[in-house]
């Protein structure tokens, strides 16, 4: 009813914020440690989960549930125009790259309720079709992400890895050969930046 939506607003909103904040301080600690894209096809199917629980039994349980997971869906993205972008496009042209995103964003975020505005407000079975439609979306765009090839931001050796990790010449090593692979990408970066 309408008092027991009331009450869950507040803990839906609350819920949303602290998963995506929580999410985003992991998300940013992984991105060092992991390929990516394994990053963003967690965010998209976790996107599509939140939208497809919306179409379940309205409870409270199925509610907060669908905000966390919507949350840590946000929370996976947030860091994708200050990583992901500098490190696939270089940082000559981040501004226009990053602008357009954010554009799409917001056109998204604009049009992707307006199935659901030109539906009768009190057909659920057309509501619930169109979120299923919906949740495909970033489904599909998850097995796009997952067939892309896109390299670790930090390359990692497996020297100093192992048994031999535990000594501090192994993670020197590890270090010194993660920098100079991050230095070599950045030269390339540059020159071709003075290239264009």
């Known amino acids: ?6 009450s869950v607003i507040p803990h839906v909103y609350l819920t949303t914020a602290c998963a995506s904040s929580g999410f985003t301080l992991l998300v940013g600690y992984l991105f060092d440690r992991i390929n990516p894209k ?12 939140s ?4 179409t379940k039994t309205k409870s409270e349980a199925i509610t907060i549930v669908s905000a966390f997971v919507f ?3 946000n929370g996976c993205m947030n860091n994708m ?3 992901v972008h500098a ?5 000559r042209h981040l501004g226009k790259i990053s602008g357009f995103g954010y554009s799409c964003l917001v056109v998204g975020s604009a049009l992707g ?6 539906i009768e407000p009190n057909n659920l079975e057309q509501q619930n079709t169109c979120l299923l439609v919906i949740a495909l979306i970033p489904l599909a765009t998850a097995v796009v992400v997952m067939l892309c090839k896109i390299k670790p931001l930090v390359p990692r050796s497996e ?6 990790g535990f000594g501090r010449a192994g993670r020197d090593d590890d270090e010194e050969e993660e920098s100079v692979e991050m230095q070599r990408l950045l030269a390339d970066d540059d020159d071709l930046g003075g290239s264009s």
Not at 1 to 6: A, R
Not at 40 to 48: D, E, F
Not at 87 to 91: A, E, I, P, Q
Not at 159 to 164: I, L, N, Q, T
């Open 51 to 54: 939208v497809f629980l919306f």
């Open 1 to 6: 009813g309408g008092g027991t939506l009331g």
């Open 159 to 164: 020297k100093g890895s192992g048994g031999g």
């Open 38 to 49: 394994w990053i963003i096809v967690v965010g998209l199917l976790m996107q599509s989960t």
């Open 81 to 83: 125009s200050g990583v």
């Open 113 to 118: 309720p307006l199935p659901l505005g030109l």
């Open 71 to 73: 949350g840590a869906s």
């Open 87 to 91: 490190y696939l496009f270089g940082r």
